[in-house]
């Protein structure tokens, strides 16, 4: 999950207060909490943790509600890792509408935090355990979502899939990636709603905006690698591999990538412009602009996240070299962490890595990911999805009935999510969180991860009327 970063944002004192307090209904946020607490304490690490038994405490509560037991499926490449897949019918051939969350989790060590992180407690009005936000709070939303409009006998318009998977934070089995290999009729859909991006940001209380991912960066590692004969230390000669790294990371790091503005960045930017004031304002607007104003591109290039935005980031992120204390290094390697812009040829990002090393010497590889199997798995470019004017007006309406006025703001994550594989697919990804996150109390990944009680509850109203306004005929 990636998020805006809040001390860029300042909010020119725009408040959008809840029109309506979301409907409370204590036996709703009672079962929500429920889950969420289930989903906590059943661990879902990589490590020692079992995505299965959360998948199959979700299929229970599913079959409870009254889902035909061949409309829930847990399955998966191993026993730990299986993925929770329900279908809830709807009333036409138009093509379903597919929902997704990961059910695992990064590792938590209990000495480095001040509560057991797989024990759900509730303390000055945060839900605590390791998920809480990254993200079975998602989960839990959705989960209850279909628990409660099926037990309402809702009839959506078309089949609405839900899809809750392994492997997003690490480990070897993607889930979304091993459906769409084996069982792609499973999830086949229209378009897809990623409650993993598309957070709603709150600034010291203050609701700020409702993010919408559309666009993702790619994720690509080179090695850069240089050779000797090496030799006893005691007399060295002209060539050394630990310099000649040093020499073209130095290079490496006096090169910027060439900037780019697409549609979704080009919306970001204007609307964030409207969020901000001064400089930063003026810039984000001069970013805007078609063509993109060079000053306005060259001030932002000095912010770490725009400049992240703005263009391809390659960055030495680790180095191996040498043998011994008293020898000359036979060789010299850093890992080059590249985030590639959507539409960039990957292929090209290596031309320019060995154009910048500027040294033939010097051996620049693409370090490839491997599937289970041992395959590699290609570094693909990932197209933007195109916002689809029925989820943009889905999403804005049950919006502005909760808290008029808070705008939508299209994003691209700078890092990676369940989304790309689906974008791949050719199936439309939208990264809509349903709930809010505090700015600047982001835990994710982190220590005491928390989430907020009311943000939670309101994340729960808010994707029950979501879906139903996504899924209804009068809508469109
Ligand atoms: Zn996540």
């Not at 459906?179 to 709150?202: T, V």
């Not at 703005?310 to 890992?335: E, I, S, W």
């Amino acid at each position: 999950m990636r998020r805006i970063p809040g001390w860029l944002l300042i909010s020119a004192g725009m408040v959008f207060a809840r029109a309506t307090p979301a409907q409370t209904n204590p036996a709703i946020h009672q079962e929500a909490r429920a889950i969420l607490q289930q989903l906590i304490e059943i661990n879902t690490t990589d490590s020692v943790g079992s995505v299965t038994k959360a998948s199959e405490a979700v299929a229970k509560r599913l079959l409870d509600a009254g889902f035909p037991p061949g409309d829930v499926i847990v399955a998966g490449p191993t026993d730990r890792k299986k993925n929770l897949v329900a279908r809830y019918r709807g009333g036409s051939q138009r093509s379903p509408i597919l929902f997704i969350g990961h059910l695992d989790v990064v590792e938590a060590r209990r000495e480095d935090w001040s509560l057991d992180p797989f024990r759900f407690a509730e303390s000055d009005g945060f839900f605590y355990g390791r998920g809480a936000r990254d993200m079975k709070a998602g989960d839990a939303i959705l989960v209850e979502t279909f628990i409660r409009l099926k037990r309402e006998g809702y009839r959506p318009d078309r089949d609405l899939i839900l899809a809750l998977t392994a492997d997003e934070e690490g480990g070897d089995y993607n889930g979304v990636d091993w459906l769409l290999k084996e069982h792609k009729d499973w999830i086949d859909a229209q378009y897809c709603i990623n409650l993993d991006a598309g957070e709603f940001e709150k600034l010291r209380g203050k609701p700020v905006l409702a993010g919408l991912q559309a666009s993702e960066k790619i994720y690509a590692d080179f090695h850069l690698e240089a050779t000797n004969p090496g030799g006893h230390s005691s007399v060295p000669g002209a060539e050394n591999a630990i310099y000649e790294l040093a020499a073209a990371l130095t290079r490496l790091e006096n090169f910027s990538f060439p900037a780019h503005v697409n549609d979704i960045t080009r919306s970001y930017f204007l609307q964030s412009a409207s969020l901000t004031t001064g400089q930063l304002s003026t810039d984000l607007r001069g970013a805007a602009k078609q063509p993109p104003e060079a000053s306005a591109i060259q001030h932002l290039s000095g912010m770490p996240y725009y400049n992240s935005l703005l263009r391809t980031t390659c960055v030495a992120t680790m180095l191996t070299g040498g043998h011994a204390p008293n020898a000359l290094p036979q060789m010299a390697r850093a890992n080059v962490n590249c985030r590639i812009f959507p539409g960039e040829d990957p292929e090209q990002i290596q031309t320019t890595l060995e154009r910048v090393v500027d040294d033939p010497k010097m051996k620049v590889t693409l370090a490839e990911e491997k599937t289970s199997d041992g395959k590699a798995i290609p570094v693909v470019t990932v197209p933007p999805s195109p916002l689809l004017p029925e989820v943009l007006q889905a999403y804005s309406t049950t919006l502005a009935a909760m808290w008029p006025g808070l705008p939508v703001v299209p994003t691209m994550s700078t890092g990676a999510s369940d989304g790309k594989y689906l974008r791949l697919a050719g199936v439309p990804t939208f990264g809509i969180a349903c709930m809010f996150f505090d700015m600047e109390d982001d835990r994710s990944h982190g220590r005491d991860e928390r989430v907020g009680v009311q943000d939670f509850y309101d994340g729960v109203g808010f994707g029950y009327r979501f879906i139903k306004t996504l899924s209804s005929e009068p809508s469109r």
